[in-house]
């Protein structure tokens, strides 16, 4: 196949986005750290000279939102979540719809499943216990017999929602299954967690329950030391991987067989990573077998920096730091697991700059539908056409690929051989010297309707059109000197301040086009050409910009 008929059928496959939105009124965990969103700094509050940005730093704990849970949150020998290639968490998969089936507090089986979907060996399954309804995004769910005339949608999601029967695991690995997902606050059994003991009298009902459908204590059912082996250790090993807090656009997959698409943060250090969760069915007219082979043998580049506390943040924005607020050996009663906490500003590793970020009437990131962060697109590599502080123009990608209008526009500056985790790592020269945009280039994504930018560097913009210019001095007097060499005019001739100050994020913020930077990994062995790309970030409802998994497919061989 060749790649225009593949990037033409990525393009018309019928798409679904099965995230939950993540807001500072998102329930976490019991007991973890909700997300809280402060603004340190806003667009008039900048210092040094010229416009600011909206600057948020966030604290959250990864339990809040849809999320992956990683081996590591139950193994700490396992595998981290920036070491999971995504072929392990993308494939076919089904939905397997059993809400009739269970209860607050019941048991599901394998039966159960089957009964509803076909499942695969090696499928991605997608649990739906109607639990999603108790979703802080969804409608209440009225009861007269409840407290208010609702109910409580917090307990629902997380404290009441139903489990796996004890035989489910075991299942789950004989199936080889690639991840197991659920629509409601965990993909155990709330009373197999914490819970049990955080919420005695909801596991006094729990028990009850049980007893009187199966004749069983709780620690009958599940023997405690037999069990704690199985979920911890057996499991994690056999790289059993869980996805939490599905909501979306669940509904719409009932019993039906889809190609879905698991895109954590990947993160090094922590045990489970915010992630967008989609999934992707043919278009009209073409065979599914013929869709998944086709899926099957495509190429997914990794466009993503690993997300570590060692990575570097924009000069003066809060860097990444973790806690661990959980461990495995840390509980007494022995449903200990890892948790952490976590705290930074968005400008640091891939991420996206959103509308918001300097356009205060903007659309948050959360507010943006999936299909706009997806779609045909291009990597421009002038890596040879440019150096230290040098200006690219449009001529210069349109030499190289062929841009498109409405194409996603990645721009390989060859500055990622340069960011934290690489052996030329050299931070000033990735920070401070990076090449940039001429004046022209705005105004040229505008008329070609760009959908988004992307660039392998820590801005889209040169940083001598940022704050860098009043920070280092002797560093824009190099970029000057080189400028008036290029192109005959001096920085202030060239880029005028009231004109090109921060030219990529006012000019084309609230024009709706966005841009990711910091992007690395697999783009240092992309070519130029066309590909269908893209985006899959966190859904976070009140923030500007955001964190999240950035892709480039092409066609297998």
């Known amino acids: 196949m060749d790649r225009e008929q593949f990037i033409k059928i990525m393009d018309s496959a019928k798409l ?11 329930p976490p965990w019991p007991g973890d750290k909700a997300l809280e969103i402060h603004f340190f700094k806003r667009v008039t509050g900048a210092y040094g000279g010229g416009l600011g940005a909206n600057g948020q730093l966030i604290r959250w704990s990864n339990s809040v939102g849809t999320h992956l849970v990683g081996e590591r949150a139950f193994h700490s020998g396992a595998r981290a979540i920036s070491d999971i290639p995504l072929t392990d968490l993308c494939g076919p998969g089904v939905v397997a719809d059993i809400s009739d089936l269970v209860s607050d507090y019941s048991l599901y089986t394998p039966e159960m499943i089957t009964s509803r979907a076909d499942v695969k060996k090696g499928d991605v399954l997608i649990i739906n216990t109607g639990y999603h309804r108790y979703s802080w995004d969804q409608p209440d769910v009225l009861n007269p017999k409840a407290q208010g005339g609702v109910e409580s949608k917090e307990f629902g999601f997380l404290v009441r929602h139903p489990g796996p029967s004890p035989e ?20 155990e059994h709330p009373m197999n967690t914490n819970l049990r003991y955080m919420h005695a009298n909801e596991f006094e009902k729990a028990e009850a329950k049980l007893q009187a459908e199966y004749g069983k204590t709780w620690d009958e059912m599940f023997p405690p030391d037999e069990y704690y082996t199985l979920t911890h250790i057996t499991m994690p090993q056999a790289k059993v991987l869980l996805v939490e807090s599905i909501v979306g656009q669940i509904d719409e997959l009932n019993g039906q067989r889809a190609w879905i698409m698991v895109m ?14 989609a999934a992707m069915q043919p278009p009209d007219g073409m065979d599914e077998d013929k869709f998944f082979q086709i899926m099957g043998s495509a190429q997914m580049l990794d ?18 730091s973790v806690k661990f607020i959980k461990r495995v050996g840390g509980q007494s009663f022995g449903l200990g697991r890892n948790s952490s906490m976590c705290k930074a500003s968005f400008h640091l590793a891939t991420h996206m700059d959103g509308e918001k970020h300097f356009w205060p009437a903007g659309r948050t ?63 000033f020269r990735y920070m401070i010297r990076h090449p940039g945009p001429s004046p022209d280039f705005a105004q040229w994504c505008v008329d070609k309707k760009l959908k988004w930018l992307g660039v392998d560097a820590v801005s ?30 001096d920085w202030d001739e060239m880029y005028p301040l009231d004109e090109f ?13 966005v841009h990711a930077e910091n992007l690395g990994a697999d783009i240092a062995t992309a070519p130029s050409g066309r590909y269908y790309i893209g985006c899959y970030l966190q859904k976070g409802m009140e923030c500007a910009s955001m964190w999240g998994r950035f892709v480039a497919f092409k066609e297998g061989d």
Request: aromatic share 12%; glycine share 6%; proline share 7%.
């Open 16 to 26: 679904y986005d099965l995230t939950q939105g993540c807001s500072i009124f998102t």
């Open 168 to 187: 489910f695991f075991q299942w789950a690995m004989d199936m080889e299954l690639k991840a197991i997902g659920v629509d409601c606050g965990c993909a």
């Open 264 to 277: 954590p943060i990947p993160f090094l250090e922590v045990e489970s990573a915010w992630s967008r969760v």
């Open 303 to 320: 466009l993503t920096l690993p997300f570590s506390v060692m990575t570097p943040q924009w000069a003066n924005y809060e860097p990444l």
């Open 365 to 427: 990131i959360g507010q943006v539908p999936l299909e706009d962060w997806v779609g045909p697109g291009v990597i421009a590599d002038i890596s040879h056409l440019v150096s230290d502080a040098s200006v690219y123009t449009p001529e210069m990608i349109e030499s190289v690929v062929d841009v498109r209008e409405g194409d996603i526009l990645i721009t390989k500056t060859g500055w990622h051989q340069y960011g934290w985790n690489s052996p030329d790592s050299d931070e």
């Open 460 to 489: 889209q913009d040169h940083p001598m059109n940022t704050i860098q210019r009043v920070w280092h001095p002797k560093t824009f007097e190099e970029a000057n000197r080189k400028l008036i060499e290029s192109f005959g005019q």
């Open 501 to 513: 100050y921060q030219d990529t994020h006012l000019n084309l913020f609230p024009k709706k086009i």
